[in-house]
């Protein structure tokens, strides 16, 4: 007997809105899913095929491995569990779930990391360093933004009708579309940005040494040393600091190098990151500063601006996550203005954005986008530049150690 023929696909405007994003069902049976088996390398993901009612009645099983994705009579291709009306309520049932687990650990992470902290601040002659540093990001990380978050998504869960919850799988599928593929210019910068770190800590004496050498120290930049104004964002204050630099920059790096092209992503962190410097030299003349968030700032705003132009280009699920995550650095920077670089981070947001404004095209046909001969060219040249300066950056660190200056 000849095989089916493979199903019509019909046509979409973005890789992630195609109806056989997910693939197409394993065999003819109507109703199936793919479950979970095994451990570590032993896990794989196999078929099972089943009745409707039985689907059902897998999907609600809270005791379970969750189901994420299924095929039904209705399509002839997989589909996430989001998408199927009739599991809306299973899907519902197990979201609840997943917030009220994820609400328990964070509640753990917010008593254990702000307790060692609470203890090193009661010793004699303490002064905040890398350990209280690392704390306190972990209680951000795992403790205050988990919790936000699952809190927020049971006090709207009643809320989510069967639409609402076929609409939210675009966002899904968005963020398992920029898993697919590599960024390879973010992730040179991140190793750029490791490299530096490594030498910065390994050869220098100490932070201040480091920063002496290549940072942003703002009376030199008066005196002529304009280059601090890239060098210094390419340092960090710590490994903590270079940490949480490096997992926002591999983020929201592959976010836009994946929806507009390396030369912009090029040219958003140049932008960025020499007009954070500029406005930390005007609001902050006398206060020395290093680190590349100005810089990874301006691609949040970039993204917002994208969503803003309301060009169907990010999920309007996806970009409720970018707001939430501007509101929230902008508040922690008023909250902790004594720590953060207020004028650097603002900088690089508002240049971020502004330059999304400019460089967005008015309509967009493809991704990643096509931002003109101009900007590319701007984009080309600047992240050439960035690298020019890390390079810069190792060698003023290696000669200032190897010669000091008396």
């Not at 405007?13 to 451990?39: C, L, M, N, T």
């Not at 940005?193 to 100490?206: A, D, K, R, Y």
């Not at 960035?386 to 660190?397: D, E, N, P, Q, Y």
Request: charged share 20%; net charge positive; hydrophobic share 45%.
């Amino acid at each position: 007997m000849d095989a089916d023929p493979p199903p019509e696909v019909p046509r979409a405007r973005f890789p992630w809105q195609r109806a056989d994003f997910h693939g197409v069902k394993p065999w003819s049976e109507e109703y199936g899913y793919y479950e979970i088996v095994g451990r570590g390398r032993k896990r794989r993901t196999l078929p099972q095929a089943c009745g409707r009612e039985e689907l059902i009645e897998r999907c609600s099983d809270l005791k379970a491995a969750p189901v994420n994705y299924v095929w039904t009579a209705e399509s002839p291709f997989i589909q996430n569990i989001r998408e199927v009306p009739f599991l809306h309520e299973a899907f519902r049932a197990r979201r609840s779930q997943t917030a009220k687990a994820g609400i328990k650990r964070s509640l753990f992470h917010l008593l254990v990391w702000p307790f060692l902290f609470w203890r090193n601040t009661t010793e004699e002659d303490f002064s905040p360093g890398e350990l209280e540093m690392a704390l306190f990001c972990l209680t951000l990380i795992f403790g205050v933004i988990p919790f936000i978050r699952n809190l927020g998504v049971l006090l709207t869960a009643r809320s989510w009708t069967p639409a609402k919850t076929v609409a939210s799988a675009e966002a899904t599928r968005f963020q398992e579309w920029l898993s697919h593929d590599r960024a390879p210019k973010t992730f040179t910068l991140c190793v750029a940005l490791l490299v530096i770190g490594f030498v910065q800590w390994s050869l220098t004496s100490s932070l201040g040494a480091s920063i002496f050498d290549a940072g942003l120290v703002k009376q030199a930049v008066r005196e002529g040393e304009y280059w601090r104004l890239l060098t210094g964002i390419l340092l960090h204050g710590g490994p903590t600091h270079l940490l949480v630099n490096g997992i926002a920059l591999l983020a929201l790096g592959k976010m836009v190098e994946r929806l507009a092209g390396p030369h912009v992503l090029g040219l958003t962190l140049f932008v960025a990151g020499l007009t954070g410097s500029l406005c930390s030299q005007v609001f902050l003349p006398e206060i020395p500063s290093v680190g590349f968030s100005g810089a990874i700032l301006g691609l949040l705003g970039f993204l917002v601006a994208l969503g803003k132009r309301k060009l169907g280009v990010i999920p309007r699920g996806f970009n409720r996550l970018l707001r939430f995550d501007t509101i929230f650095i902008t508040a922690l920077g008023l909250v902790l203005a004594d720590v953060i670089d207020n004028g650097a981070h603002i900088g690089g947001l508002l240049s971020g954005w502004l330059l999304g404004l400019l460089v967005i095209p008015g309509k967009v046909e493809s991704i990643p986008l096509r931002p003109g001969k101009v900007p590319a060219a701007l984009g080309w040249v600047s992240y050439r530049i960035l690298l020019v300066f890390a390079g810069l950056t190792l060698w003023k660190i290696w000669l200032n150690e190897l010669i000091p200056i008396s």
